[in-house]
């Protein structure tokens, strides 16, 4: 599906689930970067702990979380997101505040720009403060 039409489709909703759950060979594959866009869209997200979701969505705080294959606790966050707007409105403001203090791109290049100093100063480098024409983004001195 087109980037476009997923945005459309959470600008559209007023709940994501994303029921997700470990296959039987192990595989702990999960579409983060779609609970990442719900999230920065202001949709509230209903999980499951897996992978990395409980990472994005804090249990109560920024989403809500149930145990994989529990399709009874599943069923009573989503009933509860519908019933309470003061608790959709509540997760989906800290939500998208965690997505924009952790994931936005200029914070993104700065923690680079600080990996890549540190990794410097280890090897007695100095890596200069850039600017990245690209993004229009200017990663700050340490």
């Known amino acids: 599906m087109a ?12 709940i994501m689930i994303s029921p997700n759950v470990t296959a039987a060979d192990g ?12 999230m920065a ?6 999980g499951t702990k897996h ?4 990472e994005l969505l804090r249990h109560g705080e920024t989403g809500l979380l149930a ?10 966050h989503v009933q509860a997101l519908a019933k309470d707007p003061e ?15 952790e994931f936005e791109l200029e914070a993104q290049l ?15 480098l100095r890596v200069p403060s850039v600017r990245n024409p690209m993004f229009g983004a200017r990663a700050r001195d340490a």
């Not at 980037?3 to 007023?14: A, G, I």
């Not at 145990?67 to 009573?76: F, P, Q, T, W």
């Not at 700065?110 to 410097?120: E, I």
């Open 51 to 54: 992978g990395g979701l409980p």
């Open 110 to 124: 700065d923690r680079l720009m600080t990996v890549y100093r540190l990794a410097g100063v280890r090897l007695g």
């Open 87 to 101: 608790l959709r409105l509540r997760l989906s403001l800290a939500a998208r505040a965690l997505i924009e203090r």
């Open 41 to 46: 869209t202001g949709v509230p997200v209903v």
């Open 67 to 76: 145990e994989e294959r529990d399709v009874v606790s599943l069923a009573a």
């Open 27 to 38: 595989d702990e594959d999960a579409p983060v970067n779609t609970i990442k866009e719900a």
């Open 3 to 14: 980037n476009e039409r997923v945005l459309d489709l959470l600008v559209e909703s007023d």
